[in-house]
């Protein structure tokens, strides 16, 4: 088993996004990428041809992707539904919150919800945070009715407050 800094946690939805791009990669954009370098070559002359090295700098992106993924799916480890809890706040579950900034008084009250994902499948404007945030790192394992004060990449302090832990 790999050591716990190379585990990536992730829900069922999260597993299957990953493994859908990989196979995208894998059958359709690397002979894709392929048939660019053919058609790349078609043109003759490689010292000034901007589309070859355009493909092939393509190509090397797509290849690292790959190999990204391959990788994290070899470290994976998947948050089963019956794992997660409404007791306390863990991967998979969605909280409710009341946010406080200590700095901007007019932000007092502000009722949010985020789930916590794994780092991979965080996507703050669907309000997937990571476990790895500073307000999912501060969220994991408190329950509700307790309040936690992280500091947001912006320097902003806040108090949050759980109202709700579901499912």
Known sequence: MANESTVTK????????LQEELNYLKEVKRNEVVEAIRLALSYGDLSE???YDEAKNE???VE??????E????NV??????????DTVGIGATVTVRRRSKSNPADAGVVKE????????????????????PVGAALLNR???????TELPSGDIVILTIEDIKK
């Open 49 to 51: 041809n901007s589309e």
């Open 143 to 149: 329950k509700k009715g307790e309040e936690v004060e």
């Open 71 to 74: 990788e994290l799916l070899k």
């Open 64 to 69: 690292s992707r790959i190999q990204e993924l």
């Open 10 to 17: 992730v829900t069922n939805e999260g597993l299957q996004r």
């Open 59 to 61: 190509q090397a992106k």
């Open 77 to 86: 480890v998947v948050i089963e539904e019956h794992e997660i809890t409404t």
């Open 114 to 133: 985020y789930t916590i994902v794994g780092a991979t499948e965080a996507n703050a404007l669907a309000g997937k945070i990571s476990d790895r945030s």
